[in-house]
Antibody
Framework: EAQLEESGGGLVQPGGSLRLSCAAS????????MNWVRQAPGKGPEWVSY????????FYADSVRGRFTTSRDDGKSSVYLQMHSLRAEDTGVYYC?????????WGQGTLVTVSS | EIVMTQSPATLSMSPGERVTLSCRASQSVSSNLAWYQQKPGQAPRLLIYGASATATGIPDRFSGSGSGTEFTLTISSLQSEDFAVYYCQQYENWPPLTFGGGTKVEIK
């Protein structure tokens, strides 16, 4: 059974940076693309970024392009989200999710709060 | 960007009832539509993909139908553990992947 565990969330001031990590286990990590999806308080999910297996393709939502970078380390079965120039509207729970078009396994999420 | 619209926003239902949730796409997504269930404090869980294929481990009381721009998620007999928020998501034309605003199924 696939398991995903996010870490790295916390409170950060506007304009600050944060790096989220997601550790995967229970499946062949290298064979799967990964997504980051976030959810603002009381809102629906919002797709943030995608990275394919092999790290040759990355896609980003318009709202984060140029500020966020996703990467993966297949040796550590981990995917990362580096976030810069954070804004209040980036506040929410960030989930990593297995798969590209369809996310069939999700982590429990890590909370990012952008506030002064 | 394809906009997904779900209706109604909230459904008040009783256990045992049949539930029908709707999702509409702003342009055709063919059958490239998924449904997720989310309970408070939990991550979304994949229920349906390809508009009608049930994900692994999902009870057969959940079914999906539709194609193009109109989709339906049906719960044949509502169980206590089914009270949750349900989201549709298209993957026909991406990036971006886009989700609907959700339908909350609450206890009547």
């Amino acid at each position: 059974e696939a398991q995903l565990e996010e870490s790295g969330g916390g409170l950060v001031q506007p304009g600050g940076s944060l790096r989220l990590s997601c550790a995967a286990s229970g499946y062949n990590f290298v064979a799967y693309a990964m997504n980051w999806v976030r959810q603002a308080p009381g809102k629906g999910p919002e797709w943030v970024s995608y990275i394919n297996s092999g790290s040759t393709k990355t896609f980003y939502a318009d709202s984060v392009r140029g500020r966020f970078t996703t990467s993966r380390d297949d040796g550590k079965s981990s995917v990362y989200l580096q976030m810069h120039s954070l804004r209040a509207e980036d506040t929410g729970v960030y989930y990593c999710a297995r798969g590209g078009m369809i996310s069939d396994s999700w982590g429990q999420g890590t909370l990012v709060t952008v506030s002064s | 960007e394809i906009v997904m619209t779900q209706s109604p926003a909230t459904l008040s239902m009783s256990p045992g009832e049949r539930v029908t949730l709707s999702c509409r796409a702003s342009q055709s997504v063919s059958s490239n539509l998924a449904w997720y269930q989310q309970k408070p404090g939990q991550a979304p869980r994949l229920l349906i993909y390809g508009a009608s294929a049930t994900a692994t481990g999902i009870p057969d009381r959940f079914s999906g139908s539709g194609s193009g721009t109109e989709f339906t998620l049906t719960i044949s007999s509502l169980q206590s553990e089914d009270f949750a928020v349900y989201y549709c998501q298209q993957y026909e034309n991406w990036p971006p992947l886009t989700f609907g605003g959700g339908t909350k199924v609450e206890i009547k």
